[in-house]
């Protein structure tokens, strides 16, 4: 597993978070990056999607407004500013590298995944 999620936490309903996601030193440059959740007892869901030059982003409906995404090409890493948090994101949040260079809220569109990180907001 070479990539790895960090950031994540408790924290109280209304505040914020960011995520990181580590490439381990691997280019991730000339791929799409996503991040996706997973809440307990319920499927994997999109969150957020960014393209290869970072020009096109795509969010889940649920986060749209709320959270961004984004990227260092320097670093080979990918961000998630999460903020405005509830409850319901509450969540192992999953960082994914793309089989292509283009943005996609599809699982079967990614065939890299990281382990993820815990994230719980609290009322």
């Known amino acids: 597993v070479w990539l790895v999620e960090s950031g994540g936490g408790l924290v109280q309903a209304g505040g914020s978070l960011r995520l990181s996601c580590d490439s381990s030193?691997?280019?991730?440059?000339?791929?799409?990056m996503g991040w996706f959740r997973q809440a307990p007892g319920k499927e994997r869901e999109f969150v957020a999607s960014i393209s290869r030059n970072g020009q096109w982003k795509y969010f889940g409906d649920a986060v749209r407004g709320r959270f961004e995404i984004s990227r260092d090409g320097v670093m080979n890493a990918v961000y998630l500013e999460m903020s405005g948090l509830k409850p319901e994101d509450t969540a192992i949040y999953f960082c994914?590298?793309?089989?292509?260079?283009?943005?996609?809220?599809?699982?079967?569109?990614?065939?890299?995944w990281g382990q993820g990180t815990q994230v719980t907001v609290s009322l």
């Open positions: 994914a590298r793309a089989r292509t260079g283009s943005a996609s809220e599809t699982e079967t569109a990614y065939d890299y």
């Open positions: 030193g691997r280019t991730i440059n000339p791929y799409a």
